[in-house]
């Protein structure tokens, strides 16, 4: 194809929908409506990610992705609750300047549902858009603050050095761009890298070869392609052969946001653990939070489980993951994760500090910090938050002992600068403050 041609498909693809009150063709469009669907509403893999579209999509992301699963364990924790649905009615003001009760907040700014738990004890949930409790949601970048969970076993375990080069345990990295970084630096985004997630240049290694390994995007033929034809097939050789270093950079020197970060992590936990990665977060996370249901995780086209944003679960079971992070590690009084590791994510310095301060992206946003695949807020309260894009959010209080989690189908996905996200996490933030009075 023509690679003019094929630049415009995936502009078009990956360029974020406009807010519903924008001009959208699809903007009063419910999707899969009738037996077969109409073609209008048909969800498709080119289109999960379009509003309104993506209100489906992203609650059934196993029809237009390829998944793998990680089955819950043992005895299901019951939250107690909802206790406080009161909570719902309490009136915040958002970023738009509107005065709403919190669940019209949410609901106004694009959520799917809600769930507010304080200790043990489920306070309120909400659902909108005929999502519901028994419903899974994809995670999208969430999955690498769990992926970061799961790291910190090997840690604990003496089984991976922060400081040494990814290479030490993948030598296949030799001569990439993550070859003189260490595994520190990608825990924090800080790897100086010669690769972007770059929607605009159609020549980018981003629209050549990130998006069709990862699998997480419609690309012409991109399906078709089989092992023994293509140099980047799945995720991993993407990694080896096309991320370079940044000759303008030394890692450490910058925060820069890059999902490719994730899958290294990914990766490194399969390497060194020898199990795939959704087996190793089944055994060691999923089967020991009394999780109400099943999760599941998009794959790349390698069919290896995508750790830089491809979970899926319920609301509740997002919550379960929260509540142990929160409690530093242990869930049901076992020690889930190692406290050391967890708190960790809190030891926030000034280099960390002055590295999310200098990029201009987050400039107008409440982040003090990113740390071990985590967004800090307040390392002091203990706030921060697991967080994905189109606005999936696990929010982390622990002076109030509260977590709450949300998932949504914003339109537009970043975060940064987005009003509708900042509006729920506003909102959040000052309720919790509340619940601590």
């Given at each position: 194809?023509?690679?003019?041609?094929l630049g415009?498909?995936?502009l078009?693809?990956?360029?974020?929908?406009?807010?519903?009150?924008?001009?959208?063709d699809?903007?009063?469009?419910?999707p899969?409506?009738?037996f077969?669907?109409s073609?209008?509403?048909?969800?498709?893999?080119?289109?999960?990610r379009?509003?309104?579209l993506?209100?489906?999509?992203f609650?059934n992301?196993?029809a237009?992705?390829?998944?793998?699963?990680?089955?819950?364990?043992?005895?299901?924790?019951r939250?107690?609750?909802?206790?406080?649905?009161?909570?719902?009615?309490?009136?915040?003001?958002?970023?738009?300047?509107?005065?709403?009760?919190?669940?019209?907040?949410?609901?106004?700014?694009?959520?799917?549902?809600l769930?507010?738990?304080?200790?043990s004890?489920?306070?309120?949930?909400?659902?909108?858009?005929?999502?519901?409790?028994?419903?899974?949601?994809?995670?999208?970048?969430?999955?690498?603050?769990?992926a970061s969970?799961?790291?910190?076993?090997?840690?604990?375990?003496?089984?991976v050095?922060?400081?040494a080069s990814p290479?030490?345990?993948?030598?296949?990295?030799?001569g990439?761009?993550?070859e003189?970084?260490?595994?520190?630096?990608?825990?924090?985004?800080?790897?100086a890298?010669?690769?972007?997630?770059?929607?605009?240049?159609?020549?980018s290694?981003?629209?050549?070869?990130?998006?069709?390994?990862?699998?997480l995007a419609?690309l012409?033929?991109?399906?078709?392609a089989?092992p023994?034809?293509?140099?980047?097939?799945?995720?991993?050789?993407?990694?080896?052969?096309f991320?370079?270093?940044d000759?303008?950079?030394?890692?450490g020197?910058?925060?820069?946001?890059?999902?490719?970060?994730?899958?290294?992590?990914?990766?490194?936990?399969?390497?060194?653990?020898?199990q795939?990665f959704?087996?190793?977060?089944?055994?060691?996370?999923?089967?020991r939070?009394?999780?109400?249901?099943?999760?599941?995780?998009?794959?790349?086209?390698?069919?290896?489980p995508?750790?830089?944003?491809?979970?899926?679960?319920?609301l509740?079971?997002?919550?379960?993951?929260?509540?142990?992070?929160?409690?530093r590690?242990t869930?049901?009084?076992?020690q889930?994760?190692?406290?050391?590791?967890?708190?960790?994510?809190?030891?926030i310095?000034?280099?960390?500090?002055?590295?999310?301060?200098?990029?201009?992206?987050?400039?107008?946003?409440?982040?003090?910090?990113?740390?071990?695949m985590?967004w800090?807020?307040?390392?002091e309260?203990?706030?921060?938050?697991?967080?994905?894009?189109?606005?999936?959010v696990?929010?982390?209080?622990?002076?109030?002992?509260?977590?709450?989690?949300?998932?949504?189908?914003?339109?537009?996905?970043?975060?940064a600068?987005?009003?509708?996200?900042?509006?729920k996490?506003?909102?959040?933030?000052?309720?919790?403050?509340a619940l601590?009075?």
């Open positions: 194809m023509n690679p003019l041609i415009l498909l995936l078009l693809l990956f360029t974020p929908a406009l807010p519903a009150h924008a001009a959208n699809r903007g009063t469009v419910e899969m409506q009738g077969p669907p073609r209008e509403s048909q969800v498709t893999m080119k289109n999960y379009e509003y309104p993506s209100r489906w999509g609650r992301a196993g237009p992705l390829n998944v793998v699963m990680i089955p819950r364990a043992g005895e299901i924790y939250l107690t609750g909802p206790l406080r649905p009161e909570l719902g009615q309490r009136e915040f003001t958002d970023l738009h300047g509107r005065t709403l009760p919190f669940d019209d907040l949410f609901e106004a700014n694009y959520a799917d549902g769930v507010i738990v304080q200790g004890r489920l306070l309120h949930e909400r659902y909108f858009h005929d999502f519901g409790p028994d419903a899974q949601h994809i995670w999208f970048s969430m999955t690498k603050s769990l969970a799961a790291f910190g076993l090997l840690v604990a375990e003496d089984k050095d922060l400081q290479v030490k345990y993948i030598p296949e990295l030799r990439s761009g993550f003189r970084v260490t595994i520190q630096q990608v825990l924090d985004h800080a790897t890298i010669d690769f972007r997630e770059n929607y605009t240049d159609l020549q290694d981003f629209f050549q070869y990130y998006a069709p390994a990862l699998n419609w012409p033929g991109a399906a078709d089989q023994e034809d293509a140099k980047i097939y799945g995720v991993y050789d993407f990694l080896v052969h991320v370079k270093p000759p303008a950079l030394q890692p020197d910058a925060f820069d946001y890059n999902s490719s970060n994730a899958d290294l992590l990914g990766w490194l936990i399969a390497r060194i653990s020898g795939s959704h087996e190793f977060v089944q055994q060691h996370i999923w089967a939070l009394g999780t109400e249901h099943d999760a599941f995780i998009a794959v790349d086209r390698a069919f290896m995508v750790a830089t944003g491809g979970m899926n679960t319920t509740r079971d997002a919550a379960r993951f929260g509540m142990m992070i929160r409690d590690g869930f049901r009084g076992e889930v994760i190692p406290a050391s590791w967890v708190d960790a994510t809190l030891d310095d000034d280099r960390l500090q002055a590295n999310m301060a200098a990029n201009a992206k987050y400039s107008d946003d409440p982040w003090l910090a990113y740390h071990n985590w800090v807020l307040d390392d309260l203990g706030e921060y938050c697991a967080v994905g894009v189109h606005g999936q696990i929010y982390i209080n622990r002076r109030a002992d509260t977590v709450m989690a949300w998932f949504s189908s914003q339109p537009v996905a970043s975060a600068r987005n009003k509708d996200f900042h509006s996490l506003k909102a959040a933030r000052e309720l919790a403050a601590t009075r």
